[in-house]
């Protein structure tokens, strides 16, 4: 399996519900370095994973969704804890919708599946991995 892998980063404010959280149930600031990796099983017939120059202009278009936004105001994420893993999922399921809409070029459709990866700091991320099927459609892998 071939990968190729993009960063790059996210602000966001947001609280979370649950006693599980202590303090972090107040409203607080967090910074993400933010991983997306592409994986196919060949490559495609300019011999790349995906145009890392498309890959890098969609992560930050999806990223720019969120950027410097309280998420606890955004609809999407009504009545949900904004978790680093919850994070994680949107973003590689946006990114699996730009794939199917053909936002990363025609050669993305051979696409296997998307990682994205936050880290939350040098010693802690969390990831979520979706395969993608034909034409960027896929079922999550869980």
Known sequence: MFSVTVRDHIMVAHSFRGEVFGPAQRLHGATF?????????????????????????????????LNYRNLDDEPAFAGTNTTTEVLARTIADRLADRVHAGDFGAGAYGLAGITVTLHESHVAWASYERSLGPGGAGENLA
Not at 34 to 60: C, H, M, N
């Open 33 to 65: 370095v933010v991983d997306a990796t592409f994986r196919r099983p060949d490559l495609d017939d300019d011999g790349v994973v995906v145009d890392i120059g498309l890959a890098i202009e969609q992560l930050k278009a999806v990223l720019g969704e």
